[in-house]
């Protein structure tokens, strides 16, 4: 058995694969991106106005009067002819500045009688004006590869002109349950049985974290079906089982993996709910054998498989988030087993604070839905009051 931050270095230092694809802009949202990208022109391309409004020259004060030769529309090529004193422009919002002038007064703040225009505030070289460049510059970067494309990220790709995107490969995580107790969610469960709801959990969680979810047929408790079963999960990228991990008489997941061939990375964390954890390589595949108790599974896969989704997606930082928020209830000492609480959310006077929930144990599902981190505990941490600094575990969704 081995300690949580052994485990993590294990997941660190094995290789892993990220691969890159080019998909089209259009479905490139909230996908990772798989290179730098540049910007193909300056941003903005030219000079131009920021309001709708007159171009001119000088510096004057309220009741200057200008002759307005033109108008500049955004579009437009830009003027060839120069602006000379006391003329004006009337300029659209992103039309380019004509030659001669060097600044644009809004229109709200002039009066205009036919081909004669009045300032009526004081004016200045450079206002309302968009130079070129002054966003950025052509080849500098403008998003960085490992970066979630956003919705506002979709709208620098389309400015820059990327209509194919690379993006890292989703992916194919195959999902698993394990046991004889089980049956589909549309069934109702005889005495001694129950539904399986963990795959559900785990490939929502999957999804969420940017993979693509396939799941595989249920492996009964016998040596054959399990490794029939895992012979056809051993084809994804990621396989996560849940169940089969511990000692049991019938769980034969363990034992089954390195029959086919399944390198161990680590087996047993030193850690509470999660561990008898399975993680194990084959080739490029990793194994995920997570224990079967559904907070177990859900806290496990949040912690392991969560980061080496993240690696083969390219994602720099992929670990869960750590940062100290104050506790709003109490926790109890921890003993030999570094402990993971389920925690959410919580304001109080402007601030945020974690309050942990309270379930019955790992096998509380119903409970557990209501957290949205995990609060961790030191082994041999003591009790901690409200308004104590607690480390708090952000896992996404």
Do not use: C
């Amino acid at each position: 058995m081995i300690d949580l931050s052994s485990a993590f270095q294990f997941l660190r230092d094995e290789p892993t694969e990220s691969r890159v694809e080019r998909v089209p802009l259009q479905e490139a949202s909230l996908r990772v991106l798989g290179e730098d990208v540049l910007a193909d022109r300056d941003d903005p391309p030219f000079d131009r106005s920021a309001m709708d409004g007159f171009a001119f020259r000088g510096e004057w004060g309220s009741g200057k009067e200008f002759n307005v030769v033109g108008t500049v529309a955004a579009g437009d090529a830009p003027w060839t002819r120069s602006l000379g004193e006391g003329e004006a422009a009337a300029i659209m919002t992103g039309a380019p500045i004509p030659p001669g002038a060097d600044q644009v007064i809004p229109v709200e703040q002039t009066r205009r009688d036919g081909d004669r225009m009045e300032i009526r505030q004081e004016s200045r070289p450079g206002a309302h004006i968009r130079y070129q460049a002054e966003v950025v510059r052509e080849g500098s970067k403008v998003l960085l590869k490992g970066q979630l494309i956003t919705p506002e990220r979709m709208g620098v790709l389309a400015t820059v002109g990327r209509a194919h995107v690379p993006v890292f490969v989703k992916p194919r995580v195959g999902i698993a349950s394990t046991g004889d107790e089980l049956v589909p969610v549309d069934q109702v469960p005889a005495p001694g049985q129950i539904r399986d709801s963990n795959r559900w959990v785990l490939g929502a969680l999957a999804t969420s974290w940017g993979a693509q979810v396939h799941h595989l047929p249920r492996l009964g408790d016998s040596p054959e079906q399990v490794e029939e079963g895992l012979a056809m999960g051993l084809k994804s990228d990621i396989l996560i089982l849940s169940g089969g991990v511990s000692m049991g008489e019938f769980d034969w997941v363990d034992k089954t993996l390195r029959s086919l061939g399944v390198r161990e990375v680590f087996h047993k964390v030193a850690m509470k709910p999660g561990k008898p954890v399975f993680v194990g390589r084959i080739g490029k595949t990793w194994v995920f054998g997570l224990p079967g108790n559904p907070v177990s599974a859900a806290v496990t896969a949040r912690l392991f498989v969560r980061t080496i989704v993240g690696r083969m997606l390219g994602v720099d930082h992929p670990e869960p988030v750590r940062e100290a928020f104050p506790l709003n209830g109490d926790l109890k000492q921890v003993s030999h087993r570094s402990t993971f609480v389920p925690g959410r959310w919580t304001t109080i006077s402007g601030q945020r604070w974690v309050e942990p929930v309270q379930t019955s144990g790992s096998g509380d599902a119903i409970h557990h839905a209501d957290s949205n981190v995990l609060i961790f505990r030191e082994a041999g941490s003591p009790k901690a009051s409200h308004g104590a600094l607690v480390d708090v575990w952000v896992t996404g969704i």
